[in-house]
Nanobody, 124 residues
Framework: QVQLVESGGGLVQPGVSLRLSCAAS????????MGWFRQAPGKEREFVAA????????DYADSVKGRFTISRDNARNTAYLQMNSLKAEDTAIYYC?????????????????WGQGTQVTVSS
């Protein structure tokens, strides 16, 4: 059984940084792409960032490009999302997910396991 556990969320002021972690267990972590998605109150879930199984390829939503960085440590079975220059509009529950293949994808339905989410609130 695959388990994904996110951590690192919290309440922060605009402009600061947070790093989210996603610890995975249950299958070969290094064999699958990983992604981060978020869902704000009253809005649909949206893609944030994705990374290929090897870590070589990455993709970002336009809204976070240049501010967020996705990475992974296959030896530690953990994925990360470094979030800099946070804005109020980044407020959401952030979910990590593992894809069903090695290639990155921005499509939620191509991810087969999801974490429970971690709340990020950006407010002054």
């Amino acid at each position: 059984q695959v388990q994904l556990v996110e951590s690192g969320g919290g309440l922060v002021q605009p402009g600061v940084s947070l790093r989210l972690s996603c610890a995975a267990s249950g299958r070969s972590f290094g064999g699958y792409a990983m992604g981060w998605f978020r869902q704000a109150p009253g809005k649909e879930r949206e893609f944030v960032a994705a990374i290929s199984a090897s870590g070589r390829y990455k993709d970002y939503a336009d809204s976070v490009k240049g501010r967020f960085t996705i990475s992974r440590d296959n030896a530690r079975n953990t994925a990360y999302l470094q979030m800099n220059s946070l804005k109020a509009e980044d407020t959401a529950i952030y979910y990590c997910a593992t894809a069903s293949s090695r290639a990155i994808t921005i499509l939620g339905h191509e991810y087969d396991y999801w974490g429970q989410g971690t709340q990020v609130t950006v407010s002054s």
